[in-house]
């Protein structure tokens, strides 16, 4: 089983900035695809971001594009989020995801494995 462990959540104010970590733990191949998802109260989880490491392929959102970036670390396991100029409306639970397939995609049913979740709170 792969285990996903996500941390860096908090709440900042419009035009600040944070960075989510989400390691990687298990029996996971060399080959594989993860994505970060969020969820506002009473909306549905939307992909943000996915990244194809083996494959140097990343995704981003339009409403993030530009202002957010991932990337994994292969030396620690590591899948991170960086998150600059945030808004208001990305206030939300952000989930980190994987496959053991590829390409990634943006449909959460597509993923297996989940971490547990980090808030994210922007004010303005």
């Known amino acids: 089983q792969v285990q996903l462990v996500e941390s860096g959540g908090g709440s900042v104010q419009s035009g600040g900035s944070l960075r989510l970590s989400c390691a990687v733990t298990?029996?996971?191949?060399?080959?594989?695809?993860m994505a970060w998802f969020r969820q506002a109260p009473g909306k549905e989880r939307e992909g943000v971001a996915n990244?194809?490491?083996?494959?140097?392929?990343?995704h981003y959102a339009d409403s993030v594009h530009g202002r957010f970036t991932t990337s994994f670390d292969s030396a620690k396991n590591t899948l991170y989020l960086q998150m600059n100029n945030l808004r208001f409306e990305d206030t939300a639970t952000y989930y980190c995801?994987?496959?053991?397939?590829?390409?990634?995609?943006?449909?959460?049913?597509?993923?297996?494995?989940w971490g547990q979740g980090t808030q994210v709170t922007v004010s303005s």
């Open positions: 995801a994987a496959r053991l397939s590829w390409p990634c995609t943006t449909t959460k049913d597509d993923y297996k494995y």
């Open positions: 298990g029996d996971a191949t060399t080959s594989f695809c």
């Open positions: 990244i194809w490491p083996d494959a140097g392929r990343i």
